[in-house]
C-alpha cells in the first residue's frame, strides 16, 4: 500500500515534469534522471519509515535517536537540497529566457515524510523553505 502512494507522488509529478521539457527548461534526459532521482528518495525513505532496512540492530546516537531515524531525517535533507537544487536551475533557465512569471507555490503535504517528521522543527522549517514558505501542519 504504501508503495502505492510512492508511486501515486510519482505520477502527480508528470505535468510539471512535462511542462518544464515543454517550456524547454529541462531536456527530455534531465527530466528523466530527475524522476529517477525523486524515485530513489521517496523509496528510500519509505524504506526506512517502515524499517525494512538491512536489518542491523537499532542503535541509539549522542541526541537520543536511533541511527535508523537519524539517517532517515539525513535522506529526507538531502531530498530537499536536491529540490532546492532543480529550483534554483529552473529559476536560473527561466530568467535566462526571460519567463519571469511567478509560479504557483509546490509544497505538498502528501508525502509520507512530512507526516513522519511533523514534529522535527528542523524538518519543517527547512521544507518551509523549500515549499516557499509554507509550514508543516
Same mark, same amino acid.
Not at 1 to 30: I, W
Given at each position: +500500500?504504501?508503495?502505492?502512494?510512492?508511486?501515486?507522488?510519482? &505520477?502527480? +509529478?508528470?505535468?510539471?515534469?512535462?511542462d518544464?521539457?515543454? @517550456?524547454?527548461?529541462?531536456? @527530455?534526459?534531465?527530466?528523466?534522471?530527475?524522476?529517477?532521482?525523486? =524515485?530513489?528518495?521517496?523509496?528510500?525513505?519509505?524504506?526506512? +519509515?517502515?524499517?525494512?532496512?538491512?536489518?542491523?540492530?537499532?542503535? =541509539?546516537?549522542?541526541?537520543?535517536?536511533?541511527?535508523?531515524?537519524t539517517?532517515? @531525517?539525513?535522506?529526507?535533507?538531502?531530498?530537499?537540497e536536491?529540490?532546492?537544487?532543480? &529550483?534554483?536551475?529552473?529559476?536560473?533557465?527561466?530568467?535566462?529566457?526571460? +519567463?519571469?512569471?511567478?509560479?504557483?507555490?509546490? /509544497?505538498? =503535504?502528501?508525502?509520507?515524510? =512530512?507526516?513522519?517528521?511533523?514534529?522535527? #522543527?528542523?524538518i /519543517?522549517?527547512?521544507?518551509? #523553505?523549500?515549499?516557499?514558505?509554507?509550514?508543516?501542519?
Amino acid at each position: +500500500m504504501a508503495a502505492d502512494q510512492v508511486q501515486r507522488l510519482l &505520477e502527480d +509529478m508528470v505535468p510539471e515534469l512535462e511542462d518544464l521539457q515543454k @517550456k524547454r527548461l529541462f531536456s @527530455k534526459p534531465e527530466v528523466k534522471s530527475i524522476v529517477a532521482k525523486r =524515485t530513489a528518495f521517496e523509496y528510500s525513505l519509505l524504506r526506512r +519509515m517502515h524499517g525494512s532496512g538491512s536489518g542491523a540492530t537499532a542503535t =541509539t546516537n549522542r541526541s537520543g535517536l536511533g541511527d535508523a531515524a537519524t539517517s532517515g @531525517k539525513n535522506d529526507f535533507l538531502r531530498y530537499i537540497e536536491f529540490e532546492l537544487n532543480i &529550483e534554483q536551475l529552473r529559476l536560473k533557465r527561466k530568467a535566462r529566457l526571460g +519567463m519571469m512569471r511567478r509560479d504557483a507555490t509546490r /509544497c505538498s =503535504t502528501g508525502s509520507p515524510s =512530512t507526516t513522519v517528521y511533523r514534529s522535527d #522543527v528542523i524538518i /519543517c522549517v527547512v521544507y518551509g #523553505v523549500w515549499c516557499g514558505g509554507g509550514v508543516c501542519n
